[in-house]
């Protein structure tokens, strides 16, 4: 579901002012709704660190001057949707733009760390966002389970599942798995 322009606007207005709140990590709009996430764990953190870096090592070989980056905002305007992906692929001198989120053309893959509050906001909701930017690759990690889901286009249909300790190919680069860590009870 899109929204229309003025709307979407008037969210994204909206999501800018809103004050900082302890344990509120970030802001999405999705569905004429703005979204508050919970702040990640640590694990969380953890998983998305060392996909970064195994990323990040593959990169120049495969995408001279793209990074392996978390943290930044993900905008498709004619959607109406803005996402933070956990770690997005992307070309880095587009950091030296003015704007102030990264426009889906931009981006070769997302990666997701499934949240415990949340999870299918990423398995639903973010899959259908996603495809629908035209995002080549999807990365879906599950840590609650130590599974996951390769998504890839068109429109997503193929979805390639794996576990914790196999060793996947996304797209042109190969990661290891077996560095996840569950969430565990105490998480």
């Known amino acids: 579901m899109s929204i229309d322009a003025t709307t979407y606007a008037r969210l994204r207005e909206i999501a800018n002012e809103l004050p900082q709140i302890p344990g509120i990590g970030r802001v999405e709009i999705a569905h004429g709704e703005i979204v508050m996430m919970m702040s990640p764990v640590k694990r969380h953190e953890l998983a998305v660190l060392k996909l970064s870096r195994q990323l990040n090592d593959q990169l120049p070989a495969t995408h001279p001057d793209f990074v392996a980056h978390g943290g930044a905002d993900l905008e498709d305007v004619g959607l109406g949707r803005l996402r933070r992906p956990d770690i997005m692929v992307f070309p880095e001198a587009a950091l030296m733009e003015a ?67 196999d060793t996947i190919k996304v797209g042109p680069w190969q990661l290891d798995t077996n560095v996840l860590l569950t969430y565990g009870p105490k998480a």
């Open 99 to 165: 704007d102030a989120a990264f426009h889906p053309s931009e981006v070769l893959l997302v990666v997701e760390i499934v949240s415990k509050s949340n999870p299918e906001n990423d398995y639903e909701d973010k899959v259908l966002d996603y495809a629908a930017m035209g995002i080549p690759l999807y990365l879906l990690v599950d840590p609650r389970d130590g599974t996951g889901i390769i998504h890839s286009q068109p429109n997503y249909t193929s979805r390639l599942p794996f576990v914790f300790g």
